[in-house]
Nanobody, 125 residues
Framework: QVQMVESGGGLVQSGGSLRLSCALS????????MGWLRQAPGKGREFVAA????????VYADSVKGRFTISRDNAKNMVYLQMNSLKPEDTADYYC??????????????????WGQGTQVTVSS
């Protein structure tokens, strides 16, 4: 199992920035992908970004490309999501999640096996 604890959420004005952090523990393997997904009020969970735990591979949702950057620090077992140029439509609970599956697009929330508790991001207009 993999455990995750998110931090860094908060209230920010439109156009502002936030950096989310995810502390990982447990059994992490080289083929795992770490992702950030979000859920806005009244909506389903939506993929945001993912990164390979060992390779230089990242995937982004079209809605965040060029604004958000996912990164990791293997030595610290941390994953980050730098969010710039935030918009009110980015308001959501953001979850760190781990995909242990081999292959797959990593853009489907069903691809993820372990989830953190989430951190709330609110972007005011």
């Amino acid at each position: 199992q993999v455990q995750m604890v998110e931090s860094g959420g908060g209230l920010v004005q439109s156009g502002g920035s936030l950096r989310l952090s995810c502390a990982l523990s447990g059994r992490i393997f080289s083929n795992h992908y770490m992702g950030w997904l979000r859920q806005a009020p009244g909506k389903g969970r939506e993929f945001v970004a993912a990164i390979s735990w060992t390779e230089s591979r990242t995937v982004y949702a079209d809605s965040v490309k060029g604004r958000f950057t996912i990164s990791r620090d293997n030595a610290k077992n941390m994953v980050y999501l730098q969010m710039n140029s935030l918009k009110p439509e980015d308001t959501a609970d953001y979850y760190c999640a781990t995909s242990t599956q081999v292959g797959g697009s990593r853009i489907n929330p069903a691809d993820y096996d372990y989830w953190g508790q989430g951190t709330q991001v609110t972007v005011s207009s």
